[in-house]
């Protein structure tokens, strides 16, 4: 289903006029609207869209949140791959 879907993924941003111009100024993407609450929405091609959200500085979101829902995140620790509180680090990257 997921598969022949439109998604928009949102992002918490702390600025998100500062996020905006970097998506469309550095990155090109095109601004398709600003919501009433302040996310700042780019097409992204093939309909999907990013939306910028305003968040607090460190917040999280509850709908950006699965665990709540039961979804369990494993981590690994493979050679070239290794997730570390479940975020990928992959060869050089930095922690």
């Known amino acids: 289903m997921l598969t022949a879907t439109r998604t928009t993924t ?3 941003v702390e600025d998100p006029e500062r ?5 469309a100024d550095v990155l090109g993407l095109e601004p ?4 009433p ?3 700042r929405v780019f097409a992204l091609g093939r309909g999907d869209a990013r939306g910028l959200m305003p968040a607090e500085k460190g917040a999280q979101t509850g ?7 039961g979804v369990r ?3 690994y620790d493979l050679p070239g791959f290794e997730t570390v509180g479940h ?3 992959m060869g050089d990257e930095a922690r």
């Open 19 to 23: 996020a905006g111009r970097f998506y």
């Open 73 to 75: 995140f494993e981590d």
């Open 37 to 39: 609450d302040g996310t």
């Open 63 to 69: 709908h950006t949140v699965p665990e709540g829902r």
């Open 32 to 35: 398709i609207t600003t919501t």
């Open 87 to 89: 975020i990928a680090v």
């Open 10 to 12: 949102m992002l918490p």
